[in-house]
């Protein structure tokens, strides 16, 4: 090549940076255990596609396993009978109402396992994949318990087939695709399976794609890479299979299941990143995750935002202490039972952040405070106050579980972590120092007249109400 040649194709290769750089996130939205939230009905379900559009996102990746009235398998939702969409099923019209809004809607399952799947081994004992040390599979699962199938026996795979075939072509044709979200704690380890369980779930995984295929050639169908990557996956000490990547799928890489595969990003540009920041965290951790996913140049961007809602029955992450309630999504206790929990303060803070690190990756901190500010109290935003709400999100997030809120919000929180002995004597100061601000932002805003500055209040005022009585002592008597 020549100099001028060179000078070009670095030209060339600079523009695009600088224009990937300005560009959105493409693929949008937020991933959600459709299946965990039975209160939920087809009200609610429509204004959190309309949250989703306010907030740009394009694509809905909507878990339903275990959530639909399977004619054929009936056994898999006898668990989760007290489901909105088992009572009567309205999936259908969300995606129809869905798309109105340009919104894409993919259906979400885990072949071999988890919720509705996993309950087959009821009816099929014969079919329980086998553990690492040689026994059957356990009891797991979170909201549906149930075992762990094994891909090697040809009944589980014409039951995984059958189920899912039923999902999209008998219930659901509308929809726009799969999301085959590859298990992340229990596969099998039978004498078939030892080194091979990703090819004998990838026999499904092909079979159910090209039907899909040869049906909706424009569906998306987005699989894990533990079919193609050949490396180790995480939390099983096994290595994934190197079978041959079709470029019609869609890959998924998550900070805890399926790590970021620079080598399979050489092969496609079809890629999403998930996490759980919008879920669990902070604005700082949504925009960590946007510049990852930007750093790699993954186009897609889908966390999760699901939000529990399901009568605890088992240890759900050894939280004993919620057995026999009802859970609130995102630990917001003040919500009536089947109300929409998007529009909460403390998620609203974050969703905001996805919008605006989505739409623009390389905002900076300080911007996204401003239009923070902005969005929630208008013409009544100032700095101290924006500090206020984030340091109010920040407290009721802070430590939390896929199931509860932060230890600090109640003694009842509080007490059951350290049952689990799941607190050390830092973060039993932190909250200590925490609450003392957090009376003071209730009185503060106690007596606001704008809707945000009194919502703020009012959340703060009902933590710090949680403590009266011997909440403090209680708190105090570990620090002594
Ligand atoms: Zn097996």
Known sequence: MNTLKRLFVVLVLLAEIVWAAAEPIATRGYYFTFCRMPTLGLTEWKQIIDGIEA???????????????????????????????????FVRELIDYAHTKRIKVLLGFTPFSYDGVNQYAFEHPELKAVQKNGRLAKLSGIHCWGYALNPSRREAQEFMHDYVHEMFFDFYPNADGLLIESSDYAICFCAQCQ??????????????????????????????????????????DVKAARLEYDPRWTLFFTPHSAHIDPELLKLTKKTIYWDPSTDLNTPVEIQAAVRTARS?????????????SFEVKQPEGGERFLIGKRLKPFGFDWLADGQNPYNELPIRVNRIAYREFTQNPELTYEEFKTRLGSAIFGSMADTARTEDLLFLQQSFFAGRSWFSASPLVSPAVFNGKLEMGALSLEQIADYKDR?????????????????????LGRIAAWISGNWNGDGQKLLTQHLR
């Open 195 to 236: 080194g091979h369980y990703y090819e004998r779930e990838f026999q499904f995984v092909r079979r159910i794609s090209d039907e899909i295929w040869k049906a909706r050639p424009d569906a998306t169908i987005v699989v894990y890479p533990h079919y193609f990557s050949g490396q180790s996956v995480p939390g099983f």
């Open 55 to 89: 907030d740009g996102g394009n694509t809905i990746l909507l878990w339903v396993g275990g959530a639909f009235r399977s004619k054929k398998f009936p056994i898999t939702w006898q668990y989760n009978r007290d489901h909105k969409n088992i009572q009567a099923d």
């Open 435 to 455: 609450l003392q601000r957090i009376s003071q932002i209730a009185a503060r805003y106690s007596g606001a007249t704008d809707r945000s500055s009194a919502e």
């Open 296 to 308: 790699f140049r993954i186009p897609g961007y889908v966390p999760t935002l699901e939000g529990f």
